[in-house]
């Protein structure tokens, strides 16, 4: 993530990222939001503004029951989504269906935009074989 860290801090300064959330178990054996930990260090505004309402980790749900997620993610109260290019934010994507939800949930905050950044080596390996190798990561 470091050597990309001044990249993302260039094509996004104009953002504000929201971060997928994590389920309170791994908060707890963590002590920290990590992914928020790291797109913090890029010096753009980062919110944590969405939550799980039950213990549900992706990873350990079929691959035919993960669109379910939509029914356990919420916004915080009292979270106000500012007016900007948002970027959601999710570590790991397998289905989408984590970032379809969050989006979804933006769209009902009359939100206009939002980009998908996600970290997962297999994309890059993918991109990569697309791009024969020129790709920033």
């Not at 029914?71 to 790991?92: A, C, F, M, R």
């Amino acid at each position: 993530f470091h050597e990309v860290k001044e990249w993302i801090r260039f094509h996004y300064h104009h953002c504000v990222f929201l971060c997928a959330p994590s389920s309170r178990k791994n908060l707890e054996r963590r002590g920290f939001q990590h992914v928020l930990s790291m797109f913090e260090q890029c010096g753009i505004p980062v919110l944590d503004c969405f939550e799980k309402q039950t213990e549900t980790v992706q990873k350990e749900v079929l691959f035919q029951k993960r669109s379910e997620i939509a029914d356990v993610l919420v916004l915080k109260e009292g979270i106000e989504i500012p007016d900007k290019k948002l970027v959601l934010i999710d570590d790991v994507v397998t289905t989408g269906s984590t970032l379809l939800a969050l989006q979804h949930l933006l769209k009902d905050k009359h939100c206009t935009e939002a980009l998908c950044l996600c970290i997962h080596p297999k994309l890059f390996a993918q991109y990569d074989k697309k791009c024969r190798g020129i790709c920033i990561y």
